[in-house]
């Protein structure tokens, strides 16, 4: 299986930062990435696929890059909205879909 | 407008059985990947199981054998029949749908609400 390792697993941030979430695979998955944000007591929603692509509607302060082992999440100005738990999630390895362990961006 | 809506969900005894249901509106079950996946209180996402549009069913090692994915194209609803219940099966399930596809795989575009799954004597 492949593993999906994402850091930190907790990060502290103001409205208006600059915030990057990294994802590492254990073995090569080329693009097929996806980041999810997920609330309390809610269902993850998808942001980005294929490692970069914003879903429809999703704020262009969201950006995803990488490919290969290594992803970064970007948001470029926190907003309140965005206080909430990310997962990366890899679908290059069928089935057996894989995600990272979350990671919870919180207000400092 | 897509919308997954779970249902079945409950307590039940180690050992006793349940039938999950995600009713689909907006698409097309049978035309799409539709999947399970879990998440135990407090805890991250795990993926259980898949069930493909041509009907080829796949599923995580921790429920292989105990769980079955079906569909009735009909209804448009997923199900999952869970069987030989354990305590580490108690999670929050979510039905989602496989959109974006590559040739070979998706990610899920669109999830259910989820309904919980509590084991326990």
């Known amino acids: 299986d492949i593993q999906m390792t994402q850091s930190p697993s907790t990060l502290s941030a103001s409205v208006g930062d600059r915030v990057t979430i990294t994802c590492r695979a254990s073995q090569s998955i080329s693009s097929w990435l996806a980041w999810y944000q997920q609330k309390p007591g809610k269902a993850p929603k998808l942001l980005i696929y294929k490692a970069s692509s914003l879903e429809s509607g999703v704020p262009s302060r969201f950006s995803g890059s990488g490919s290969g082992t290594e992803f970064t999440l970007t948001i470029s100005s926190l907003q309140p909205d965005d206080f909430a738990t990310y997962y990366c999630?890899?679908?290059?390895?069928?089935?057996?879909?894989?995600f990272g362990q979350g990671t919870k961006v919180e207000i400092k | 407008e897509v919308q997954l809506v779970e249902s079945g969900g409950g307590l039940v005894q180690p050992g006793g059985s349940l039938r999950l249901s995600c009713a689909a509106s907006?698409?097309?079950?049978?035309?799409?990947?539709m999947s399970w996946v879990r998440q135990a209180p407090g805890k991250g996402l795990e993926w259980v199981s898949v069930?493909?549009?041509?009907?080829?069913?796949y599923y995580a090692d921790s429920v292989k054998g105990r769980f079955t994915i079906s569909r009735d194209n009909s209804k448009n609803t997923l199900y999952l029949q869970m069987n030989s219940l354990r305590a580490e099966d108690t999670a929050v399930y979510y039905c989602?749908?496989?959109?974006?596809?590559?040739?070979?795989?998706?990610?899920?575009?669109?999830w259910g609400q989820g309904t919980l799954v509590t084991v326990s004597s």
């Open positions: 989602a749908r496989g959109g974006y596809c590559s040739s070979t795989s998706c990610p899920f575009d669109y």
């Open positions: 069930i493909y549009s041509g009907g080829s069913t």
């Open positions: 999630q890899q679908y290059n390895s069928y089935p057996g879909w894989t």
């Open positions: 907006g698409f097309t079950v049978s035309s799409n990947y």
